[in-house]
């Protein structure tokens, strides 16, 4: 699952060809049924603890919670991972040039690299990668940004392009092992990257103006074309002759340094009954008045009845230094949806303290 998101925060979950291809033939074309295997008894399986598991892991319902917060119906913990970051190996496939792992903005230039290449890199950091061509004058040009596209309003087979201020320009980086798959073969080879001309660091930056399409083609001098292109060696994904990522792509280590910090950072992050679904969230929570329910966030450190809403800035609730250094301290057991021990005066659960 790490292999296939794109971006830290999962905005969405991208197939590879592989994968949809896979997906189209079991589809199209089913296997024919084979004849039920026979294992002998030493080989077969029996787990002790089916019925428990099924219910604990799959079923569970943490009181509080709504059902949709049961990790059945969940997204499960694939963001960004907790075995590796497949997404780490492509940072590094051009030679002189580091790009971010989730999108296309280039963090470093390679200090070990050749001094005619980080020549030609400087000045690439801060810019976006907008599309490369393979090698050759008729080189095929693949884009590594999408438009985001939504339903229109006002004409139901139409579309509009989503954008935000933060993401003026309506556009989404694309899941780098579809995007550079096709260049790997040309490893050892110096492919043409364009990026964008201006430096990008907040937002996607488009591939091309309308009004600068006529520029791009007619006028050869790259000092006036709106792009800004660059010719990169790929590097190698694999050792020689083996099914192993190069070195170059991924030192030891490399692979998980970008996965979750131990388990007090998903338990801050994944909060409004995400995948952890079974710890607490929306707790002590009462029908007040106007028949509404009243309560806590589990991270308040004081218990007013009201809840506060998640921010990770909001001294009101429980910061992640607490977490690692007194996570003992400062969570606190629930009892039937409830702080335990409760206070004298809780008469919430209706039960004799």
């Not at 919670?65 to 780490?88: H, K, M, Q, W, Y």
Request: with cysteine.
């Amino acid at each position: 699952m790490p292999a296939l998101m794109c971006g830290a925060d999962n905005n969405y979950l991208a197939l590879t060809w592989r994968q949809i291809h896979t997906i189209e033939k079991a589809a199209s074309d089913p296997p024919p049924s084979a004849p039920a295997a026979s294992w002998p008894d030493s080989l077969s399986l029996s787990p002790r603890n089916l019925t428990a598991h099924r219910h604990a892991a799959i079923h569970y319902e943490a009181k509080g919670n709504p059902i949709n917060s049961r990790p059945i119906t969940s997204v499960a913990n694939c963001c960004p991972g907790l075995e590796v970051d497949f997404r780490a190996v492509w940072r590094q496939l051009f030679k002189g040039i580091e790009l971010r792992e989730h999108d296309n903005l280039v963090v470093r230039i390679d200090p070990d690299c050749d001094a005619e290449t980080q020549r030609k890199a400087a000045g690439l950091i801060g810019r976006r990668l907008l599309r490369v061509q393979a090698p050759g004058e008729h080189g095929e040009f693949v884009r590594t940004t999408t438009p985001i596209k939504g339903p229109a309003p006002s004409d139901p087979d139409g579309h509009i392009l989503l954008t935000t201020n933060m993401n003026s320009y309506g556009l989404a980086p694309l899941e780098w092992s579809n995007a550079l798959a096709y260049v790997l073969p040309h490893a050892g080879e110096k492919v043409k990257c364009d990026f964008s001309k201006a430096n990008a660091w907040e937002e996607q930056q488009p591939f091309v103006d309308k009004k600068d399409a006529a520029k791009e083609l007619q006028n050869p001098d790259p000092a006036e074309r709106p792009l800004f292109d660059v010719k990169l060696e790929v590097r190698p994904f694999f050792e020689d002759d083996t099914a192993v990522i190069s070195k170059a792509l991924a030192q030891a280590g490399e692979l998980t340094q970008g996965l979750c910090s131990p388990w007090q950072n998903d338990y801050r992050e994944c909060s409004c009954y995400y995948w952890a679904s079974a710890r607490p969230d929306f707790v002590n929570v009462e029908i007040d008045g106007n028949g509404l329910s009243a309560g806590d966030n589990w991270f308040q450190r004081k218990r007013t009845g009201s809840y506060v809403p998640d921010d990770y800035a909001d001294s009101r609730l429980v910061m992640y230094d607490e977490l690692f250094r007194d996570w003992e301290k400062v969570l606190k057991f629930q009892v039937e949806g409830r702080d335990w021990p409760r206070p004298p005066d809780d008469k919430g659960s209706g039960k004799k303290q």
